[in-house]
């Protein structure tokens, strides 16, 4: 038994090596370097003092010429204390009405230390003394705001994966899909005080463990040609990190959207990364920050924390990681109620060539918003796949590994029993699995209360938003997205008669799209009727 659990481990560790050497073939040379200088960084921590040659190595300076030539590392973190300084009365203000959520975030590391337990006695025999622990991340936090504004690198430093692996996002270098990387944030106890890191030490030492919580992140395109993946994503998201670059004007287009888009999702909490800090002056950062928080303010976000960074050399990294725990509790989902996962992709992991004996069935990912699923129950997917679709939970796991038992929260995969040809290149993306007959039939005609988005930022293509009948829209409903067609618009009600099937209940919220342009804008959100 013992030689086997070994000859196991051994494997397993040999399969975690091969597979970290291949994902890091598959990121892109430059971002290599990129990685191994930061990771040097990182580790000189705050002491960072660089000199301005050796700073010419870095890739992205191609990219991101500097309108400052004396623009350094040093400065970086310089700038970044600088702003923290001016901005800590603001931020101590925003952590006053924290506290109150921490006890209850105390709570919830409770309740997390409890599921564990569970999930332990789920997952091993009894007789096993030290199971592996196995945790299902407990929420989803999405990253979100304008192109190139530092969100898949922002994610980088955040959780050490780089999302944008797709052949096609490394030739463009902007995202296309959905990124997701999941990572642990530790609260310390450490001389210097309390400490938020995502690492269980602090300065290369360990650290006493207060709590501890298991985040996924969602990378959202910010490219506005996907807004409306942006918008599909919105619906796991339970929280966000808004990236706004420093050294640009704030609010740019998508800066605007992304955040309207959380807000119909129901989304308000939100910190903000006022990121790439380290390419402009002190003055300009202070200016940045104010009109950052004239923005949020007028958007409705006034409790929202802004915290300076450099995501490109890691700086303040442990305060962005402080002010999510802090401001960005886990919400309490209800696991008494039916079933509900929003698909967010799917695949086939079967190689070519795999026996038929050995054939995996298809697997769905995504996350629970209400209820729980075990391996071994039935699942419907809504809409379904030309018809009622009914599948049984063959495994169930998360970036860790397997566990019997998913809740809500955080991002999870699913091995059904569906023919895996089914689910390649994400096609059942935008489906919801649910308990067996718990959703009303599958729509065609939608019937809408909408409301406009009045704040466009470019003034002149107000009155193209208007809703016309005949023309077509996209409509956000959860994950999925659909076209449908205006066959009726008044104040009262707009009426889509949509181009494919999709599950809707009556009070839902849906996103509307319309094509701007060229391009599709969020113009409006309704409320099924
Ligand atoms: N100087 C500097 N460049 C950054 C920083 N964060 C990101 N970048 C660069 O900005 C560009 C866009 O970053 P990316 O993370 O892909 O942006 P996204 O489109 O929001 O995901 C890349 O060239 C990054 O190297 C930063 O803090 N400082
Ligand atoms: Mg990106």
């Not at 999930?119 to 945790?135: A, G, H, M, R, Y």
């Not at 040609?225 to 740019?252: D, F, K, R, W």
Request: charge should be positive.
């Amino acid at each position: 038994m013992k030689k086997k659990e070994l000859a196991e481990k051994a494997d397993a560790v040999k399969k975690t090596a091969k597979k970290k050497e291949q994902s890091l073939e598959s990121i892109p040379k430059e971002t290599k370097i990129k990685a191994k200088k930061k990771t040097k960084e990182v580790s000189a921590n705050e002491e960072i003092s660089k000199t301005h040659s050796e700073k010419t190595l870095l890739p992205h300076e191609h990219k991101e010429s500097s309108p400052h030539p004396h623009k350094s590392e040093t400065h970086a973190v310089h700038v970044t204390h600088e702003v923290k300084h001016e901005v800590k009365h603001e931020i101590k203000q925003e952590h006053v009405h924290e506290a109150k959520h921490e006890v209850k975030h105390e709570v919830k590391q409770e309740h997390v230390h409890e599921a564990k337990h569970e999930d332990k006695s789920n997952v091993c025999p009894p007789f096993t003394k030290k199971p592996k622990e196995i945790l299902q991340p407990e929420i989803n936090i999405g990253m979100i705001g304008h192109v190139d504004h530092g969100k898949t690198s922002l994610t980088k430093a955040i959780t050490g994966k780089w999302c944008d692996t797709h052949s096609e996002e490394m030739k463009r270098g902007i995202s296309i899909r959905l990124g997701y990387a999941d990572v642990t944030f530790y609260k310390l106890k450490t001389d210097s005080g309390i400490v938020y890191s995502n690492k269980p030490e602090h300065n290369g030492k360990a650290a006493e463990v207060i709590s501890k919580r298991m985040v996924s992140f969602v990378d959202a395109p910010g490219h506005e040609t996907l807004m409306t993946t942006m918008l599909s994503g919105a619906a796991l998201m339970n929280g966000a990190v808004l990236v706004i670059a420093s050294n640009e004007v704030c609010p740019q287009p998508r800066t605007i959207e992304h955040l309207m888009a959380l807000k119909f999702a129901g989304v308000d909490k939100v910190v903000v990364a006022q990121n790439k800090i380290d390419l402009i002056t002190k003055e300009d950062a202070l200016k940045n920050y104010k009109a950052i928080r004239d923005f949020l303010d007028n958007y409705g976000y006034k409790d929202t924390p802004i915290v300076p960074t450099a995501a490109n050399f890691g700086a303040n990294i442990d305060s962005l990681i402080e002010a999510i725990e802090t401001h960005i509790p886990t919400p309490h989902f209800d696991e008494s109620k039916p079933l509900k996962m929003f698909i967010a992709r799917s695949f086939d992991i079967n190689k070519p060539g795999t026996k038929t004996k050995d054939i995996k069935g298809a697997i769905i990912g995504g996350s629970i918003s209400q209820g729980v699923v075990t391996v071994g129950d039935e699942i419907e997917l809504c809409p379904g796949l030309k018809g009622k679709t009914i599948t049984k939970v063959i495994s169930i796991s998360t970036d860790q590994g397997l566990i019997q038992k998913a809740r809500p929260g955080g991002l999870l995969a699913i091995g059904t029993a569906l023919d895996p040809s089914v689910a390649q290149n994400d096609q059942l993306r935008g489906q919801m699995a649910v308990k067996v007959g718990s959703l009303p039939a599958a729509i065609k005609e939608m019937q809408l209360k909408v409301s406009m988005f009045e704040r466009m930022i470019e003034q002149n293509i107000k009155e193209k938003t208007i809703i016309k009948v005949t023309e077509p829209l996209v409509v956000t409903i959860g994950t999925n997205t659909v076209v449908g067609f205006v066959t009726k618009s008044d104040a009262k009600m707009t009426v889509l008669n949509l181009k494919n099937e999709v599950a809707a209940e009556k009070g839902e919220r849906v996103a509307l799209s319309k094509n701007i342009n060229g391009q599709w804008r969020l113009i409006a959100y309704g409320e099924i009727i």
